[in-house]
Protein backbone atom coordinates (compact mmCIF):
# COMPACT_ATOMS: atom_id res chain seq x y z
CA UNK A 1 0.00 0.00 0.00
CA UNK A 2 0.97 3.41 -0.69
CA UNK A 3 1.44 5.91 1.93
CA UNK A 4 2.41 9.32 2.69
CA UNK A 5 3.81 10.54 6.52
CA UNK A 6 3.86 13.54 8.22
CA UNK A 7 5.33 13.93 11.00
CA UNK A 8 5.04 17.42 12.11
CA UNK A 9 1.64 18.35 13.09
CA UNK A 10 3.12 22.61 13.27
CA UNK A 11 5.92 24.33 12.16
CA UNK A 12 6.61 27.33 13.67
CA UNK A 13 9.28 29.87 11.99
CA UNK A 14 10.72 33.31 11.47
CA UNK A 15 10.39 35.78 8.82
CA UNK A 16 13.29 35.01 6.12
CA UNK A 17 14.81 31.69 8.10
CA UNK A 18 14.80 28.43 6.24
CA UNK A 19 12.22 26.12 7.32
CA UNK A 20 12.11 22.09 6.06
CA UNK A 21 9.28 20.26 5.96
CA UNK A 22 9.06 16.50 6.75
CA UNK A 23 7.62 14.27 4.35
CA UNK A 24 8.32 10.12 4.09
CA UNK A 25 6.32 7.45 1.55
CA UNK A 26 6.25 4.44 1.46
CA UNK A 27 5.85 2.16 -1.86
CA UNK A 28 6.92 -1.08 -3.68
CA UNK A 29 6.58 0.42 -6.89
CA UNK A 30 9.95 2.09 -8.85
CA UNK A 31 7.90 4.76 -11.26
CA UNK A 32 6.31 7.31 -9.07
CA UNK A 33 6.02 11.57 -8.46
CA UNK A 34 6.28 13.19 -5.21
CA UNK A 35 4.36 15.96 -4.78
CA UNK A 36 3.71 19.55 -2.43
CA UNK A 37 0.81 21.24 -2.46
CA UNK A 38 0.00 24.52 -0.23
CA UNK A 39 -3.09 25.11 1.38
CA UNK A 40 -3.77 28.84 3.00
CA UNK A 41 -6.43 29.70 4.84
CA UNK A 42 -8.30 30.71 2.24
CA UNK A 43 -8.61 26.90 1.27
CA UNK A 44 -7.32 26.46 -2.18
CA UNK A 45 -4.58 24.06 -3.12
CA UNK A 46 -1.51 24.89 -4.94
CA UNK A 47 0.68 22.44 -6.39
CA UNK A 48 4.51 24.17 -5.43
CA UNK A 49 6.78 20.99 -6.86
CA UNK A 50 7.20 18.04 -7.82
CA UNK A 51 9.87 15.22 -8.11
CA UNK A 52 10.19 11.92 -10.40
CA UNK A 53 11.18 9.35 -9.34
CA UNK A 54 14.15 8.79 -11.82
CA UNK A 55 15.06 12.45 -11.69
CA UNK A 56 18.26 12.74 -10.38
CA UNK A 57 18.64 16.09 -10.06
CA UNK A 58 16.34 17.51 -6.71
CA UNK A 59 13.08 19.74 -8.26
CA UNK A 60 13.51 23.14 -7.11
CA UNK A 61 10.87 26.48 -7.92
CA UNK A 62 12.13 29.48 -6.64
CA UNK A 63 12.45 29.49 -3.05
CA UNK A 64 10.80 25.63 -3.25
CA UNK A 65 13.41 23.07 -3.47
CA UNK A 66 12.47 19.59 -2.81
CA UNK A 67 15.16 17.18 -0.83
CA UNK A 68 14.78 13.86 -2.55
CA UNK A 69 16.35 11.03 -0.96
CA UNK A 70 15.36 8.04 -2.35
CA UNK A 71 16.96 5.42 -0.30
CA UNK A 72 15.53 6.91 2.38
CA UNK A 73 12.34 7.33 0.98
CA UNK A 74 12.14 10.91 1.57
CA UNK A 75 10.95 13.84 -0.30
CA UNK A 76 11.43 17.07 2.43
CA UNK A 77 10.02 20.60 1.22
CA UNK A 78 12.66 23.05 2.05
CA UNK A 79 11.42 26.77 1.94
CA UNK A 80 13.85 29.46 1.86
CA UNK A 81 13.77 32.83 3.21
CA UNK A 82 10.50 32.52 4.60
CA UNK A 83 7.64 35.43 4.45
CA UNK A 84 4.69 35.90 6.37
CA UNK A 85 2.70 34.73 2.94
CA UNK A 86 4.10 31.22 3.55
CA UNK A 87 1.69 30.62 6.30
CA UNK A 88 -0.22 27.54 5.25
CA UNK A 89 -1.21 23.66 5.25
CA UNK A 90 1.70 22.22 3.84
CA UNK A 91 0.53 18.47 1.80
CA UNK A 92 2.73 16.42 0.56
CA UNK A 93 1.68 13.92 -2.16
CA UNK A 94 2.69 10.81 -4.56
CA UNK A 95 1.55 9.62 -7.52
CA UNK A 96 0.94 5.96 -8.20
CA UNK A 97 -0.42 3.22 -10.12
CA UNK A 98 -3.64 2.13 -8.62
CA UNK A 99 -4.61 -1.56 -9.15
CA UNK A 100 -7.16 -0.50 -11.82
CA UNK A 101 -4.08 0.76 -13.95
CA UNK A 102 -4.90 4.22 -13.77
CA UNK A 103 -2.90 6.75 -11.41
CA UNK A 104 -4.15 8.79 -8.02
CA UNK A 105 -2.62 10.72 -5.71
CA UNK A 106 -2.44 10.05 -2.43
CA UNK A 107 -1.61 12.76 0.77
CA UNK A 108 -0.21 12.64 4.08
CA UNK A 109 -1.83 14.57 6.82
CA UNK A 110 0.01 18.12 6.35
CA UNK A 111 2.13 20.26 8.37
CA UNK A 112 0.92 23.84 9.55
CA UNK A 113 3.52 25.96 8.49
CA UNK A 114 3.42 29.30 10.90
CA UNK A 115 5.77 32.23 9.78
CA UNK A 116 6.29 34.89 12.45
CA UNK A 117 7.25 38.42 11.70
CA UNK B 1 -8.52 30.37 -17.93
CA UNK B 2 -10.70 29.49 -15.45
CA UNK B 3 -8.67 25.84 -14.31
CA UNK B 4 -11.70 23.83 -12.42
CA UNK B 5 -14.37 25.35 -11.12
CA UNK B 6 -16.40 23.80 -8.24
CA UNK B 7 -20.25 25.14 -7.16
CA UNK B 8 -21.31 25.43 -4.55
CA UNK B 9 -18.84 27.24 -2.15
CA UNK B 10 -20.80 26.47 0.98
CA UNK B 11 -23.59 23.51 1.50
CA UNK B 12 -25.49 23.13 3.97
CA UNK B 13 -27.88 19.99 4.07
CA UNK B 14 -30.07 18.12 6.38
CA UNK B 15 -29.41 13.98 6.90
CA UNK B 16 -31.36 12.26 4.19
CA UNK B 17 -31.37 15.44 1.59
CA UNK B 18 -29.40 14.34 -2.03
CA UNK B 19 -27.59 17.25 -3.28
CA UNK B 20 -24.92 17.54 -6.33
CA UNK B 21 -21.88 18.80 -6.08
CA UNK B 22 -20.44 20.52 -9.74
CA UNK B 23 -16.87 20.54 -11.59
CA UNK B 24 -16.32 21.33 -14.40
CA UNK B 25 -12.60 21.85 -16.03
CA UNK B 26 -11.83 24.09 -19.08
CA UNK B 27 -8.34 21.86 -19.86
CA UNK B 28 -9.69 18.95 -21.82
CA UNK B 29 -7.81 17.01 -19.09
CA UNK B 30 -9.07 13.40 -19.50
CA UNK B 31 -8.95 12.76 -15.56
CA UNK B 32 -10.68 13.98 -13.15
CA UNK B 33 -11.11 12.95 -9.59
CA UNK B 34 -13.00 13.80 -5.86
CA UNK B 35 -11.47 14.63 -2.69
CA UNK B 36 -12.66 15.31 0.55
CA UNK B 37 -10.51 16.65 3.42
CA UNK B 38 -11.33 15.62 6.99
CA UNK B 39 -8.99 17.33 9.61
CA UNK B 40 -6.35 15.64 10.67
CA UNK B 41 -6.80 12.96 7.28
CA UNK B 42 -5.60 14.84 4.50
CA UNK B 43 -7.10 14.01 1.35
CA UNK B 44 -8.82 10.84 0.49
CA UNK B 45 -9.80 9.83 -2.85
CA UNK B 46 -13.72 8.98 -3.06
CA UNK B 47 -14.17 8.54 -6.83
CA UNK B 48 -12.40 9.03 -10.38
CA UNK B 49 -12.81 9.20 -14.30
CA UNK B 50 -9.96 8.70 -16.75
CA UNK B 51 -12.65 9.78 -19.81
CA UNK B 52 -16.11 10.57 -20.72
CA UNK B 53 -18.29 7.34 -19.78
CA UNK B 54 -15.35 5.80 -17.53
CA UNK B 55 -15.28 6.13 -13.25
CA UNK B 56 -14.02 3.99 -11.09
CA UNK B 57 -13.91 3.61 -6.84
CA UNK B 58 -11.32 5.54 -5.00
CA UNK B 59 -10.67 5.14 -1.35
CA UNK B 60 -13.73 6.23 0.30
CA UNK B 61 -16.47 5.77 -2.29
CA UNK B 62 -19.99 4.72 -0.11
CA UNK B 63 -22.61 7.77 0.05
CA UNK B 64 -21.29 8.95 -3.44
CA UNK B 65 -22.20 8.24 -7.00
CA UNK B 66 -20.42 9.69 -10.29
CA UNK B 67 -20.92 10.04 -13.95
CA UNK B 68 -19.23 11.81 -16.65
CA UNK B 69 -20.83 12.51 -19.70
CA UNK B 70 -18.47 14.78 -21.08
CA UNK B 71 -14.67 15.51 -20.86
CA UNK B 72 -15.63 18.77 -19.10
CA UNK B 73 -17.89 17.83 -16.45
CA UNK B 74 -17.61 15.30 -13.64
CA UNK B 75 -20.54 16.13 -10.54
CA UNK B 76 -20.50 14.03 -7.31
CA UNK B 77 -23.69 13.26 -5.80
CA UNK B 78 -24.27 12.53 -2.51
CA UNK B 79 -27.47 10.04 -2.65
CA UNK B 80 -28.84 10.14 1.30
CA UNK B 81 -26.74 13.17 3.07
CA UNK B 82 -25.12 11.54 6.80
CA UNK B 83 -23.53 13.99 9.14
CA UNK B 84 -20.37 12.09 8.29
CA UNK B 85 -20.14 13.35 5.15
CA UNK B 86 -19.61 17.15 6.40
CA UNK B 87 -16.19 18.14 4.96
CA UNK B 88 -14.92 19.90 2.35
CA UNK B 89 -14.83 18.45 -1.20
CA UNK B 90 -12.15 19.10 -3.88
CA UNK B 91 -12.36 18.48 -7.66
CA UNK B 92 -9.21 17.67 -9.40
CA UNK B 93 -8.21 17.45 -12.79
CA UNK B 94 -4.60 16.05 -14.13
CA UNK B 95 -2.88 15.87 -17.59
CA UNK B 96 -2.69 11.78 -18.81
CA UNK B 97 0.51 10.72 -16.84
CA UNK B 98 3.27 10.92 -19.02
CA UNK B 99 1.30 13.85 -20.91
CA UNK B 100 3.19 16.39 -19.26
CA UNK B 101 6.75 16.81 -17.15
CA UNK B 102 4.84 18.53 -14.16
CA UNK B 103 1.86 16.13 -14.12
CA UNK B 104 0.36 17.87 -11.29
CA UNK B 105 -3.52 17.50 -10.54
CA UNK B 106 -5.93 20.77 -10.66
CA UNK B 107 -7.49 21.50 -8.10
CA UNK B 108 -10.80 23.60 -7.86
CA UNK B 109 -11.68 25.86 -4.71
CA UNK B 110 -13.38 23.26 -2.81
CA UNK B 111 -17.04 22.97 -1.46
CA UNK B 112 -17.19 22.88 2.16
CA UNK B 113 -20.62 20.70 2.77
CA UNK B 114 -22.17 20.86 6.59
CA UNK B 115 -24.73 18.23 7.11
CA UNK B 116 -27.02 18.58 10.07
Known amino acids: AQKITQTQPGMFVQEKEAVTLDCTYD???????LFWYKQPSSGEMIFLIYQGSYDEQNATEGRYSLNFQKARKSANLVISASQLGDSAMYFC??????????????FGKGTMLLVSP | NAGVTQTPKFQVLKTGQSMTLQCAQDMNHEYMSWYRQDPGMGLRLIHY???????DQGEVPNGYNVSRSTTEDFPLRLLSAAPSQTSVYFC???????????????FGQGTRLTVV
Open chain 1, 93 to 106: AMRYIMNSGYSTLT
Open chain 1, 27 to 33: TSDQSYG
Open chain 2, 92 to 106: ASSPPKGGSRLPEAF
Open chain 2, 49 to 55: SVGAGIT
